[in-house]
């Protein structure tokens, strides 16, 4: 049951009628049963990590807070966080454990069974793994308190909204919400109801209609060169933000319905200046986290080295970023792509400010070739995402520029040609509902949109994709 499927519609409706219909003071544990559900109808095997993870952090949570002895409970802190890593890795991480298992002496107690390999990826593992993880950190840096209910505990675990896909929210910001009383309440609905509108248009309009022109050239790319290949990469940038974007759209709506606001994960990506606001505008949720708990604190530990401590440490959260997404080299590589740019773009700000003051280059002119600089890394790093080998990825950037053939391989046009007219219209509702959301829009024009985006998804969506983050 995904959230682009009828049955989550209908499971959605019936738990936000009830939700009202019960008291307050039971209303978090029909959450948490409603959430376990929303789990168990996926598969009931991936209960058992949620639930060893739940138990483990609540209790680890409150260890950490009591014990006042540094020493213990610095041991106890790295113990628990340990053990939380431990099973994210050993879950999320069987296929690279399976390929290193026969390295291993044959009598080593290391040794993976032969049935390690078939072990599923749990879904939405990534997500409540960290913020398990950022909830015993901040409890042992004293920003939170540990929550003393096991219910309210699980329930910011397991919240069914985000627990395919994030956001990765901090336990300060949502577990006091759980707490909050509210009534219905007709702007929550029709708030929630065009966050979910929209998001289904992103994900069955666009994401779903591009995939099969991303797939069929990333699983053959040798038969295909030039600007096919260049128009794929575009597509699947669109597609892929398109997807995760409507995902969290759809996540923060149905959060709404019970009053609940969750973290928005995007800010138009793609409009970004450097590399440094792309990384505050995209997966907002992960590279803050990555930005608090993993750089934050090797910063500090490699601050005496200078500029080197600065980049290493960079490098080094990118690093971490790219394999929080799967253990695959292209994660990695896309990590790695980033850190270096990131990199760059900081150390060289005043410079690039100073060129253009220095031949006083027009704003509109500068925005327009800050933007395209950065979509131009960012699609460079895509091609290792996506791409299904390291290789791949090379014939793919080796012949960008092969123009021996230079006609569109994606028959028959006139699909083609609606599909581009679907992505154009996607950047026009993006610009006034997501740009211009802060500004004043007539009333009759807000209408006009929304009504454009239930006949879009009426006629020409597709609901045949799964979302695309939920493999990590």
């Known amino acids: 049951m995904f959230l682009n499927s009828l049955d989550y519609f209908f499971f959605l409706t019936l738990a936000v009628i009830l939700y009202y219909l019960f008291p307050f003071k039971i209303r978090w544990i029909f959450l948490v049963i409603t959430s376990y559900y929303f789990c168990y109808n996926i598969s009931v095997l991936f209960l058992l990590p949620l639930m060893l993870l739940t138990v483990l ?13 540094n020493t213990e409970k610095k041991f106890i802190f790295i113990f ?41 990826l749990p879904i939405g593992i990534s997500y409540y793994s960290f913020q398990a993880l950022s909830y015993l950190t901040d409890i042992y840096i004293g920003k939170v308190v540990p929550e003393k209910n096991f219910g309210i505990f699980s329930l910011y675990l397991s919240f069914f909204p985000k627990f395919l896909q994030g956001p990765i929210e901090r336990a300060g910001i949502l577990i006091p919400q759980f707490r909050l009383k509210r009534r219905f309440n007709y702007n929550y609905f029709i708030s929630g109801s065009k966050l979910i ?12 209609r591009l995939s099969p022109y991303v797939e069929r050239v990333f699983s053959d790319v040798s038969s295909y060169h030039g600007l096919t290949l260049g128009v794929v990469v575009v597509f699947f940038a669109i597609q892929m933000y398109a997807d995760f974007s409507g995902y969290t759209d759809m996540a923060l709506g149905s959060a709404t319905f019970f009053g609940i606001d969750l973290t928005d994960n995007f800010n138009c990506p793609y409009l970004a200046k450097n590399i440094q606001d792309f990384w505050r505008r995209w997966h907002i949720t992960l ?33 971490i970023l790219g394999l929080w997404h799967g253990a695959a080299k292209g994660y990695i590589i896309f990590g790695f792509i980033h850190g270096i740019f990131f990199s760059i773009s900081a150390l060289t700000q005043k410079q690039r400010d100073s060129f253009w003051k220095q031949y006083k280059v027009i704003t509109p002119v500068k925005t327009f070739f800050e933007r395209l600089i950065v979509l131009s890394i960012v699609l460079f790093s895509f091609v290792f995402f996506r791409a299904k080998s390291v290789s791949d990825s090379f014939y793919i950037i080796g012949h960008f520029f092969d123009f021996s053939n230079t006609l569109f391989d994606f028959r028959p046009y006139s699909k083609f040609l609606l599909n581009t007219i679907l992505i154009l219209s996607f950047f026009v509702l993006e610009y006034f509902i997501k740009v211009r ?19 879009s998804v009426i006629l020409y969506g597709k609901i045949a994709n799964e979302f695309i983050y939920i493999a990590f």
């Open 57 to 69: 952090t609540f209790f680890g949570g409150l260890l950490i807070f009591h014990i006042k002895k």
């Open 80 to 120: 628990f966080v340990g053990f939380a890593i431990t099973i994210l890795f050993l879950f999320k991480y069987c296929n690279l454990i399976e390929k290193l298992s026969p390295l291993l002496p044959t009598d080593s107690f290391l040794k993976l069974p032969p049935y390690y390999a078939n072990i599923l």
């Open 197 to 208: 509108l929209f998001g289904l248009f992103k994900k069955v309009v666009i994401a779903d």
């Open 287 to 319: 590279s803050s986290w990555v930005r608090d708990y993993i750089y934050i604190p090797l910063s500090f530990m490699t601050r005496s080295f200078g500029y080197i401590g600065f980049t290493a440490s960079l490098i080094s959260a990118f690093l």
């Open 437 to 455: 959301q802060t500004r004043e829009t007539q009333p009759w024009l807000k209408n006009i949109l929304y009504i454009y985006i239930i006949f």
